[in-house]
Nanobody, 116 residues
Framework: QVQLVESGGGLVQPGGSLRLSCVAS????????MRWYRQAPGKERELVAS????????NHADSVKGRFTISRDNAKNTMYLQMNSLLPEDTAVYYC?????????WGLGTQVTVSS
C-alpha cells in the first residue's frame, strides 16, 4: 500500500535551516508529481511546494520562495524540502502528499518549530 513517511523536523532558531525528507513506498514514485503541505495551529493546510515527476518542474508558495527548495531523488524514492532562513511563521506540521485521480495520500507529518 502507499506509504509516505516524513522526517527531519525539529526545533530551530529563527534564521536557521532544516531539511525535511519524505520516503515513499508502495507505488512507482517517479510517476507522480509530489507536494509538500504545512498546517499551522488554527490554520488551514496550505501548499508549500510541488515538484514534477523528473524533478525539473518546481513551484513554491510566495511565502517560502527564495528560502525553501523542493527536490527529489527518484532512485531513493525520496522527496526533500530544504528550508533556510526559517521564520517563526514557518512553524507548522509539514506533510508529504501524492494525488491520484480519485484519492489523496498523506504522511503523518513532521513538526517544525521555529522559536528562540
Amino acid at each position: 500500500q502507499v506509504q509516505l513517511v516524513e522526517s527531519g523536523g525539529g526545533l530551530v532558531q529563527p534564521g536557521g535551516s532544516l531539511r525535511l525528507s519524505c520516503v515513499a513506498s508502495g507505488f512507482t514514485f517517479s510517476s507522480y508529481v509530489m507536494r509538500w503541505y504545512r498546517q499551522a495551529p488554527g490554520k488551514e493546510r496550505e501548499l508549500v511546494a510541488s515538484i514534477g515527476r523528473t524533478g525539473d518542474g518546481t513551484n513554491h508558495a510566495d511565502s517560502v520562495k527564495g528560502r525553501f527548495t523542493i527536490s527529489r531523488d527518484n532512485a531513493k524514492n525520496t522527496m526533500y524540502l530544504q528550508m533556510n532562513s526559517l521564520l517563526p511563521e514557518d512553524t507548522a506540521v509539514y506533510y508529504c502528499n501524492r494525488r491520484s485521480a480519485t484519492y489523496e495520500y498523506w504522511g503523518l507529518g513532521t513538526q517544525v518549530t521555529v522559536s528562540s
